[in-house]
């Protein structure tokens, strides 16, 4: 496995892949989980090339999200990385991805970036969508790949490829979750157990929603109220917001149809969480 940190070194490699084969990159801001080791380990499988980006992006971090990568993070993440038979690491310096010159942003607007999660934090789409940009230009790969459970990123990510006409091809992964249902998140390693088990209810609130759905209550206030109603009973949880929606747009749905987006984002305690499920146009969930 290489591990490359200069910008030059990562811009050279790339203009030799054309002769290797499709190469598949997974960005990531480290402190790898199953969930992201599953769209690490798909793009192992279905590339010839796999490049995992670790840069714990500064522009997206709110500041009181902590996201400190200490080494230890760091050996856990390239031990990881080398057991799912990763090519090449790029782990870029801050100083690097941003020097003190640094002044082109890439911002998206409109509904999508000002809705749900770019309401509540307005810079955080412009942190993703400026580093995605960078790291794509730099790695130029074939495929990049997302997980579902971050839906929102995805939908913006998707915009920017499509207004940037950027060559490369979106690949979305169904969430990866515990046993009992919570997505795996970087963050859940930071919840107390009370706090684990009031994270299992955000979860259990949006299958609450599913059960209306299957017994064809269609009108998503009376769905919303519902998941609304699960997640109120437990008074660890804050609800954020709880959201039927278009999966590209996040444009709010007055009734389910297929297609439709069920999202949630909530704090347990400390610690905000995010989760989703979409009934897709086949009229199957994906959970
Ligand atoms: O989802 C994440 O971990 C980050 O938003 C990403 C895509 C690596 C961009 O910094």
């Not at 084969?21 to 990531?28: H, I, L, Q, R, S």
């Not at 793009?43 to 090339?49: H, K, P, S, T």
């Not at 994270?199 to 759905?213: C, E, M, R």
Request: hydrophobic fraction near 45%; proline fraction near 6%; charged fraction near 20%.
């Amino acid at each position: 496995m290489r591990i490359i940190q200069q910008v030059e070194e990562i811009t050279e490699t790339a203009r030799g892949w054309l002769s290797g084969g499709t190469v598949g990159f997974v960005p990531t801001m480290g402190r790898l989980h199953e969930g992201s080791l599953s769209l690490i380990r798909a793009a192992c499988q279905e590339c010839e090339i796999s490049v995992v980006s670790i840069f714990a992006n500064p522009k997206q971090l709110g500041s009181n999200q902590d996201w400190s990568l200490t080494p230890l993070f760091l050996e856990e993440d390239l031990e990881q990385l080398r057991a799912a038979g990763v090519d090449v690491v790029f782990i870029p310096r801050e100083e690097d991805i941003y020097p003190p010159y640094f002044s082109t942003y890439v911002i998206p607007s409109g509904p999508l970036a000002e809705r749900f999660e770019g309401a509540i934090s307005p810079e955080h789409f412009r942190g993703v969508a400026t580093s995605i940009t960078k790291l794509l230009l730099l790695i130029r790969p074939d495929l990049v790949y997302f997980g579902q459970k971050d839906a929102q990123q995805v939908a913006i990510i998707r915009q920017l490829i499509r207004d940037f006409h950027i060559d490369v091809s979106l690949r979305v992964l169904a969430t990866v979750r515990d046993s009992e249902g919570r997505p795996l998140s970087g963050r859940n390693s930071r919840l107390s157990p009370a706090e684990q088990r009031a994270a299992l209810l955000v979860y259990q609130s949006l299958l609450a929603g599913k059960v209306l759905i299957e017994q064809h209550e269609y009108r998503s206030a009376v769905i919303e109220q519902a998941i609304t109603d699960v997640v109120a009973t437990e008074p660890l949880i804050s609800l954020e917001y709880v959201a039927i929606c278009d999966p590209e747009t996040f444009q709010e749905l007055p009734e389910v149809r297929p297609g439709a987006l069920l999202a949630i984002a909530a704090q347990v305690g400390t610690i905000r969480l995010i989760d989703n499920i979409l009934l897709r146009d086949d009229g199957t969930w994906q959970i």
